[in-house]
Structures are given as C-alpha cells and as structure tokens.
C-alpha cells in the first residue's frame, strides 16, 4: 500500500511528511487516536518510507527492507507493545542503548512505543532524555489512544500527530462522491477494503460487482454449495472467492450480535443474511470462519483446489 493511499489519514500523513522531507527529523511523533484505526500501520508505513531502497514512491512494500518492517524483523525497527501492562524503566533503558548505536542496515533507527499512556513516571522521564537530545538518524514513535495520561513534559517534546475514525464511511462517501458509485457497491467496497482507497479502487475497476454476490448465490444460498464455478477457479479467484466467503460470514456473526447493519460489508444482501441468520449458531459460524481461513492457508501451499473446497464445503454444510 501507498502512503497516499491511506483516505482518512491524509492529515496526519501530510503533517509527518512534512516533518520527514529531506534528511532525517530526528526525535519523536505522538500518533494519537481511537483504537484500531491504523496508527501502528502508519507507524510502520514511516519506519519503511525511512528505510525504503526504492529510488521513487517511497514505501514500495516490496523491497527487502520494506518486507522486514512490514514482518516486524528488521533490524533497525524496534518495537515496545506491552500490551496494557506498564512499560518499565528497562524497556526504555532497551532504547537509550540500541539508539547509541548507528542503524545496521537501514537509513534511519525506528522504535515504536505502542500503548504509550503506559509509560510510567520513571520510564517517561528516562525516555525524556533522548526526546530532548534525539541521536541522529533515530526516530521514536509514540502511539495512544490516551493522550491525556501521557505527561506534559513528553507530550511537549514531541509532535502530535492526530488520526480521525470514520476512516470506512469517508471512504463511501468519497466514492460516491468521486467516482459516481451507489451507495450500495461504495459501502460494499470500503468496508470490504476496510477503508483502504488503493484497494477499493482498484477492486472497483477489475470486479465486476455482481460476481460477489455470484459467489454468494452459488456457494451459500444453493442446495449444492460446491458449485461448478468455484471448482474452475485459478488460485487468484479463489483466493478472492474465499475472503468474500469470509466476509460473508463476518457479516452474518455481525448482525446475529445485533451490530448496526452500516458495519456490515455486504449491506445489498441484508435481507438475505437476515435470512440466514437462524440457521447457525456463534459456535457453528467461529467454526465456519476458522475453516475457511484454514482453506486460505492451504491455498497459498498449492493444496488441490478440487479437494479443499471438498473440505470447506463439508464443514459448511456440516450444520
Ligand atoms: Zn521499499
């Protein structure tokens, strides 16, 4: 994915841009904002445009460097998550010391402190010390959904970069608005590509929207669900056919929870899903879910296409 392509982050990504042009801001971004929006995505997006060996259209998401950020195991990238435990003195000790060293094969050192409202005193005050004198060629990125209990001497030696939610619907709309679609194939497409533009628009100009819903037609609604059709497909096809089962069926757990219907990704078949809805329990669609995941995975190790939608069928149709 491109950094322009990120819709709903083009604030942000235009203010770190801004801040990263040229050769090396040194020190440190406070990545604030609503869980589960992309900020750690982001954060990581930062880490490879830094480190990209890609001569344009830095991050290329393809070269060795990009790829070991994107797997969390490059060398100059450091990642603290604790989860929501405290991070400790150590860990920021961890960092003063990995940033005294030059980067190893990157352009620029990276860490991300994930949940950094769990800073504690001692730890933020340590971490102070490199926020006031970054080392050059060393970026720290803090990342909260909880700002207001990172303290102010930090908060004020870093730049603050803000992240919006809503990221899904303004991607409908911008669809909508600057491409012309209804409103049905805009939300289909934003929340299947959850929210991401680059995949939406490009779903847009090489699927024929209604082949979703033959893949629904064929594989959920009929008395035979291995329908000929999927049996043909190459692995591409499949592979798409497979996460639309998924999202069918994400969709179904969804609005069995009672979840609004605009979170669901297939809003043209609510009456369908609606429909279907009896005639499977949490239990049977965490199965179900888990089975096709599993068939995504056999994909990608060339197991026969014939025999694993044998399998998935059979699981599918076990309730
Ligand atoms: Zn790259």
Request: proline share 4%.
């Amino acid at each position: 994915m491109r950094f322009a392509d990120i819709l709903g982050h083009q604030k942000p990504l235009a203010i770190i841009n801004a801040y990263i042009q040229g050769s090396g801001f040194s020190g440190g971004f406070i990545f604030s904002g609503p869980e589960g929006i992309g900020k750690r995505m982001v954060a990581k997006m930062v880490a490879q445009k830094l480190n990209c060996t890609a001569q344009t259209d830095k991050p290329c998401g393809l070269c060795d460097s990009c790829r070991k950020i994107e797997n969390s195991g490059h060398p100059d990238l450091h990642i603290i998550e604790n989860g929501e435990a405290q991070i400790k003195i150590e860990d920021i000790r961890g960092i003063l010391r990995e940033a005294s060293f030059k980067p190893y094969e990157g352009a620029m050192k990276v860490f991300i402190i994930d949940n950094a409202h769990k800073l504690n005193t001692e730890s933020a005050n340590s971490l102070l010390k490199i926020l006031e004198e970054p080392p050059k060629s060393t970026l720290i990125i803090l990342i909260t959904h909880k700002p207001q209990n990172i303290i102010k001497t930090v908060l004020s030696r870093c730049k603050v970069v803000k992240f919006a939610p809503l990221v899904r619907a303004e991607l409908e709309d911008f669809l909508i608005k600057d491409h012309s679609l209804d409103k049905l194939s805009a939300h289909f497409l934003a929340y299947y590509a959850e929210g991401r533009l680059g995949l939406a628009l490009k779903l847009k100009d090489s699927l024929q929207l209604q082949e979703k819903n033959k893949i629904f037609n064929s594989f959920v609604l009929s008395a035979k669900p291995l329908d000929r059709n999927l049996m043909g497909q190459t692995k591409e096809q499949l592979r798409f056919s497979l996460n639309i089962l998924a999202s069918w069926f994400r969709d179904l757990y969804l609005l069995k929870a009672g979840l609004p219907d605009k979170e669901i990704i297939h809003l043209d078949r609510r009456e369908d899903l609606l429909k279907l809805i009896p005639k499977f329990s949490f239990k049977e669609l965490d199965n179900i879910m888990a089975a096709i995941s599993e068939s995504t995975l056999y994909l990608e190790r060339n197991i026969n296409s014939k025999l694993l939608l044998h399998n998935l069928g059979a699981q599918l149709w076990k309730a």
